[in-house]
């Protein structure tokens, strides 16, 4: 490693596999066009792969870590960084010095409610390894993505306010061995075969453009969490005035580019408007929940997945008021508050799909059945068509 980032940075080789410039110009443009820190800060990254000094939530020079952030860091593209655009790097924390220890402390750490350690939990329930990006898991989020912001600049002449890929990396050989083995000693052996093939196939780091410090709605009492942004991020004018607002535009504009937001095959997996991915700034900086419509396997399954949208922003839009609220009510005042939001989130996403539409576009008319049905046999036909994904009969054979 070599210094060239200052402030007692080093910078790791880049194995680039990946490169919006050559791959999307037009994309690429529009980036430098909102930011323009972005043609240096990229031109900087091509050269070297900024590591901190430790995986510790904080500041060296433009280079951040957020709390709650276990897989990314930040590069502000500005000298003000709470206000600064800027480029996340997800997944380079195998190149960090104390990497081992990192894992150490995952095996330790309880992920939210779940009954095993984090460095469990993510191979065994979402098959991803702890402290690690997957190749494939980074270039299939920089595919989606880049696919998202093409239609959309197209349609909408800008940018939408989600992860813009820049690059994707390849960990060199030499770490790629040495995490692999390091990560093998620190796993038990179920959760280390799920995530065995996978790695493999090679270790990514994904870099990709936010126009702001991604602040999640996880930070909302956390005043740590906040980094260099704005505690005001979190202020009830601004989270209706612009979070919510925000929201319903990226929901509204997806469903109307031909995409799902997510999908019941996306369920706890990582929803675009989970409060671990949904930002305060009315933005989101996970993409892995959004899904062609043309995928959809049926009416059942996308009549589920726009109801699901309704419920994750739902359960957003409490968390980012500091209201407890999960997927099920545990209360009479929960289940007031589920009422009274659902309803709330429902008029604002029926809106922001009126204010969406374009000419040359067309809106699946499926939408429709979920946000118009007001009659009871207009009602039971929802109902009807919901539960047709799935069912609870018994197995019989073909006729």
Request: hydrophobic content about 45%.
């Amino acid at each position: 490693m070599s210094e060239s980032w200052g402030e007692g940075l080093r910078s790791a080789p880049a194995d680039i596999v990946f490169d919006l410039e050559q791959a999307a110009p037009e994309v690429f443009a529009a980036v430098c066009e909102r930011s323009p820190g972005a043609p240096a800060g990229l031109e900087r990254l091509r050269g070297g792969i900024p590591v901190m000094a430790s995986a510790l939530p904080g500041r060296q020079g433009p280079v951040y870590r957020l709390p709650g952030h276990n897989r990314s860091i930040c590069i502000a593209l500005s000298d003000d960084p709470a206000a600064s655009d800027v480029i996340v790097l997800k997944g380079s924390e195998p190149l960090l010095p104390d990497f081992a220890h990192y894992l150490d402390w995952m095996t330790t750490r309880q992920f939210g409610a779940w009954p095993r350690p984090m460095s469990e939990h993510f191979p065994l329930f979402e098959g991803k390894a702890p402290g690690t990006v997957f190749l494939d898991e980074a270039a299939r989020e920089a595919e989606i993505a880049l696919d998202v912001q093409r239609r959309h600049l197209r349609t909408y002449g800008g940018l939408l306010r989600l992860p813009v890929p820049l690059l994707v990396c390849r960990l060199p050989l030499d770490r790629h061995t040495a995490v692999v083995s390091l990560l093998q000693s620190k796993l038990s052996a179920p959760a280390f075969d799920r995530v065995a093939p996978h790695l493999a196939r090679g270790i990514g780091i994904f870099a990709y453009h936010y126009p702001g410090p991604p602040v999640r709605v996880h930070a909302v009492g956390r005043a740590a969490s906040f980094g260099p942004a704005p505690r005001t991020l979190a202020s009830q004018a601004h989270i209706i005035g612009t979070t919510l607002p925000g929201w319903f535009a990226i929901a509204a504009r997806l469903l109307w580019l031909g995409f799902l937001p997510t999908s019941p095959l996306a369920w706890r997996l990582g929803d675009i408007f989970d409060a671990n991915n949904a930002c305060l700034d009315g933005g989101v900086c996970d993409v892995n929940s959004i899904m062609p419509i043309e995928a959809a396997s049926g009416d059942g399954f996308f009549v589920r997945a726009v109801v699901m949208i309704t419920g994750g922003l739902r359960i957003a839009t409490a968390r980012a008021f500091g209201l407890p609220l999960g997927e099920i009510a545990q209360s009479y005042e929960q289940e007031l508050a589920a009422f009274c939001l659902g309803e709330y989130v429902k008029r604002g996403l029926a809106e922001a799909l009126e204010t969406a539409a374009r000419p040359g576009l067309t809106l699946d008319p499926r939408v429709r059945l979920v946000f118009d049905a007001r009659t009871l046999p207009e009602l039971l036909q929802l109902f009807q068509t919901f539960n047709g994904y799935l069912g609870s009969s018994d197995y019989a054979p073909p006729e």
